[in-house]
Structure formats: structure tokens, C-alpha cells
């Protein structure tokens, strides 16, 4: 039985303004890296991803942005970096969900604003910190002794 492979999200050339570049460039990244495991065809969008990543007004409440500079990072080989910017995404994700939850919205707001911030991304987003995480630990090397050198205390 063939599987048929996802396909890519639409390819876009304009957008109303830097935030929905950036959301886009997330889209693109996160399909070839996660999805089709590819790293190479992420990296594509490294360069790009920099430069909206610059040029975005500071916001340290938007949610994007934290994805982005997770995502930054993690095609960067920063993982340190990458995760903090996960959890930090998380977090705020977390935030506009309790939000959401308010009885001052109508069920079309909340849907609008937990838009591609569902319950189900939020799953999926804790999935990828905990992969940044061991892939932490098992980058990190094993010391022995007190030396950084494990030779140097050997026998």
C-alpha cells in the first residue's frame, strides 16, 4: 500500500506585512522539518527567516516571534537557544488558550484566536521541546573525574 506523502504548504510571494511572512516562513519550516524530516529544505528558509526575524517590531508577548526564533536557532544548531524559545512559545501559547477560555469572547473570536494555536499544536509543540531536549542531553558529552578530560584522571 502506498502512503501519499503531505504536501507543503501553498508557496506565497506577498504578504500584508512582516508578521504574516514570518507566520508563512514558520509554516515552511515546520513542514520540512518536522514533517518531512528534512533538514536541508528547511534551511532554505534560514536566510529569509533572519532577515523577518530583524526587521519585526519588538514584542515579547507574540507568540510567532518565539517560534520563529526557536526555529532560528534550531536550523542554527543552537539548541540551548532553541529550547528556550520553545518553552517561552509554549508559555504564551498556554497564556491565550487560558484567555480563550474568558466568557467575553463569542465562539468565533476564541476560534480566531486560537488559530493554528489549538489545543493539538499546543501537543504537538510540547513534543518538539522534549525532542530538543534529549537531543540536548545526548549532544552533551559525558565527563568523568573532575577534570574535562576524561583521560587525564584515567588510572
Not at 517560534?67 to 536550523?75: D, N, Q, R, T, W
Amino acid at each position: 500500500m502506498m502512503h501519499k506523502q503531505p504536501k507543503p504548504p501553498n508557496t506565497q510571494r506577498s504578504f500584508a506585512n512582516s508578521w504574516g511572512e514570518l507566520d508563512y516562513l514558520c509554516q515552511k519550516i515546520r513542514f520540512w522539518l518536522y514533517t518531512r524530516k528534512q533538514k536541508t529544505r528547511a534551511e532554505r528558509y534560514l536566510d529569509r527567516l533572519a532577515r523577518i526575524l530583524r526587521e519585526l517590531p519588538e514584542n515579547d508577548a507574540a507568540i510567532i516571534r518565539e517560534e520563529g526564533l526557536a526555529l532560528f536557532h534550531e536550523l542554527q544548531g543552537e539548541l540551548g537557544s532553541a529550547i528556550a524559545h520553545r518553552e517561552r512559545e509554549i508559555r504564551l501559547t498556554e497564556r491565550l488558550h487560558k484567555e480563550a477560555q474568558s466568557p467575553r469572547y463569542a465562539a468565533g473570536t476564541r476560534s480566531y484566536m486560537l488559530r493554528n494555536r489549538e489545543a493539538v499544536d499546543l501537543q504537538e509543540r510540547r513534543a518538539i521541546l522534549e525532542t530538543l531536549k534529549k537531543e540536548q542531553t545526548r549532544r552533551q558529552p559525558v565527563v568523568r573525574g573532575r577534570g574535562l578530560n576524561p583521560q587525564v584522571n584515567a588510572g
